[in-house]
C-alpha cells in the first residue's frame, strides 16, 4: 500500500518561477518519510499541493489511492497537517481549538472531547485545557498544532519543519512521540533541513534540491554510499600542511585543520603522515552525521 504516490508533479508560480519541476515520490504506508532539502529546495511547496493547498500546475498526486485533485475532500481526510507558522488563534482555549477541528471533520462534540483528552495528556498538555494558546511556550503551542492535525485520526501526518527554532530537549520529545505515533501505524511525512533530525528518525528520505529530487530511498541504503567523513583536528600550531593521497586537508585556523577522511580507509595514514610533518594531534572529532556529507555532495554537485 502506498500512502503517497506523486507523478510529474510541477510547480510554477504566477511570477513564472518553477518551484517544482516535475517530481515523482512515492511514500510507502507505514513509513517514516523525510523531505530533506535546503532551504528554498520546493518543500513547502510539494507539501502544499500534497495538502490541496496550494494548486499543482501538472501532475498528480495521490493519498492513499485518493486523487487530491478530482476528490480533495476524501484526499484531505487521510491528512493531518502541521504548517511550518504557528496559527493558533491565541485568544482561543486549547480544548476548544481541538473540538472544533474535529466538528470541521463532523466528529460530534461528545466524541471530540473524549479524543481531545487523549492528545492533550500525550502532548503534556492536560493541565493547560482550559487557558487560552497565548498563555502557552513556544514548544506547548508546537504540540498543540500537532494534537490539533490528529484530531480526525489522519493516515498520513504531515509536518512541515516541525522542530524548526525548538530547543533541544523539546524537539527530543516530539521525536519519541512521532516514533510512537509511527510505530502505531501513522505513516509521516516531514521535512526538514536537520540532517540529524531524519537520520534519527525517518527509515525513507527524499533528497529535493531547486525543485527535483535528486535522490530517493532507504536511508540506511543510502548511507551506505555516503563515501567520505569530515573530522577536525585539534593540532600544534602547523605552518604547512603535509599532501596525503586520498585525503583532503585544510587549515580552519592556526590550530586546527578539517580532513576529508574516505569511507574504507583507515587514519593511520593520516596520522604517520602529520607525525612525520611535525603536527602533534591533541584532539580528534567527527564534524558531521554522515548523511549531512552526502547531502551536501549531492547538493554541490547539483550547483557544479
Ligand atoms: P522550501 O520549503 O524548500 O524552503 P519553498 O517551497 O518554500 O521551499 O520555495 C521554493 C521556491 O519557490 C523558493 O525559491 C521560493 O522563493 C519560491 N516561492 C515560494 N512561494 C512562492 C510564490 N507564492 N510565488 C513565487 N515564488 C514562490
Not at 228 to 243: G, H, K, Q, R
Not at 248 to 263: D, F, H, K, M
Not at 266 to 278: K, P, R, Y
Request: hydrophobic share 40%; net charge neutral; charged share 25%.
Amino acid at each position: 500500500m502506498t500512502a503517497l504516490s506523486i507523478r510529474s508533479l510541477v510547480k510554477r508560480y504566477d511570477n513564472g518561477f518553477e518551484a517544482v519541476k516535475g517530481i515523482d515520490l512515492d511514500v510507502p504506508a507505514g513509513s517514516f518519510y523525510a523531505l530533506l532539502g535546503p532551504n528554498g529546495a520546493g518543500k513547502s511547496t510539494t507539501i502544499g499541493m500534497i495538502s490541496s493547498l496550494i494548486k499543482p500546475t501538472e501532475g498528480s498526486i495521490k493519498v492513499f489511492d485518493v486523487d487530491t485533485q478530482s476528490h480533495p475532500n476524501d484526499a484531505k481526510r487521510y491528512i493531518g497537517l502541521v504548517p511550518q507558522e504557528i496559527n493558533l488563534n491565541m485568544w482561543e482555549k486549547c480544548e476548544d481549538i481541538l473540538c472544533y477541528q474535529a466538528g470541521y471533520y463532523g466528529v460530534v462534540r461528545r466524541e471530540a472531547l473524549k479524543r481531545a483528552e487523549v492528545l492533550l495528556k500525550e502532548m503534556d498538555l492536560w493541565e493547560k485545557r482550559h487557558q487560552p494558546v497565548r498563555t502557552l511556550s513556544g514548544g506547548m503551542k508546537r504540540r498543540m498544532m500537532i494534537a490539533r492535525a490528529l484530531m480526525h485520526n489522519p493516515k498520513l501526518l504531515i509536518l512541515d519543519e516541525p522542530t524548526a527554532g525548538v530547543d533541544i530537549e523539546i524537539r527530543r520529545s516530539m521525536w519519541r512521540f512521532l516514533e510512537g505515533l509511527n510505530q502505531s501505524g501513522t505513516t509521516i511525512i516531514l521535512t526538514t533541513h536537520y540532517l540529524e533530525e531524519a537520520e534519527a528518525l525517518c527509515n525513507k528520505v527524499g533528497i529535493i534540491d531547486r525543485g527535483t529530487i535528486v535522490e530517493q530511498g532507504d536511508v540506511k541504503a543510502l548511507l551506505s554510499r555516503a563515501n567520505y567523513e569530515t573530522f577536525v583536528l585539534d593540532v600544534d600550531a602547523y605552518s604547512i600542511l603535509p599532501e596525503v593521497d586520498g585525503f583532503v586537508l585544510t587549515g580552519v585556523n592556526a590550530e586546527s585543520i578539517e580532513v576529508q577522511v574516505p569511507r574504507e580507509r583507515g587514519i593511520n595514514t593520516l596520522m604517520t603522515a602529520l607525525t612525520e610533518a611535525n603536527i602533534r594531534v591533541f584532539s580528534m572529532r567527527n564534524k558531521s552525521n554522515r548523511l549531512e556529507e552526502f547531502f551536501l555532495r549531492l547538493v554541490q554537485k547539483g550547483a557544479a
